[in-house]
């Protein structure tokens, strides 16, 4: 499995990838300047969390490694790995409904709280990763 040594990086693509969950003790980068906005990372092996201008964006239950990561009006893509089932959670739109895709699969439509927070788990381990596509319906 691969982790983001340098905790956060912009991708070639233009995406960010972000998350160590190997990393026993907690550790953050703040103020890591992407496409005019400003982001931090907290993780470690318990959890992983991106904010962006002092905005939630994602977190994860336990730490997950996170790549490349992109975000538009209407969806939300990236691929994780971790050392074990994760939970999940996102920010979205306030009171929307999302179709969540797990490696292509859809599971289901899933309706934002008033926050736009959106959970769901995904099954990892043993090297496995998951691709997330989340589109607003």
């Not at 999302?98 to 099954?123: I, P, Q, R, W």
Request: glycine content about 10%; proline content about 2%; charged content about 25%.
């Amino acid at each position: 499995m691969a982790v983001v040594k340098e905790l956060i990086r912009t991708e070639e693509n233009g995406t960010i990838s972000f998350g160590d969950y190997e990393k026993n003790q907690k550790s953050k980068v703040s103020d890591y300047p992407h496409q005019g906005d400003m982001y931090k990372v907290k993780t470690f092996k318990e959890i992983t969390k991106l904010e962006r201008n002092g905005m939630f964006v994602y977190e994860s239950v336990p730490g997950t490694a996170v790549f490349g990561l992109a975000q538009d009006g209407s969806q939300m893509s990236f691929r994780v790995e971790g050392p074990e089932d994760a939970q999940i959670t996102v920010e979205l739109e306030a009171e929307a409904v999302y179709e969540v895709y797990l490696d292509g699969a859809s599971t289901g439509k899933m309706e934002t709280n008033l926050g736009g927070k959106l959970s769901f788990s995904v099954e990892l381990g043993n090297g496995s990763a998951v691709d997330v596509k989340i589109v607003k319906c």
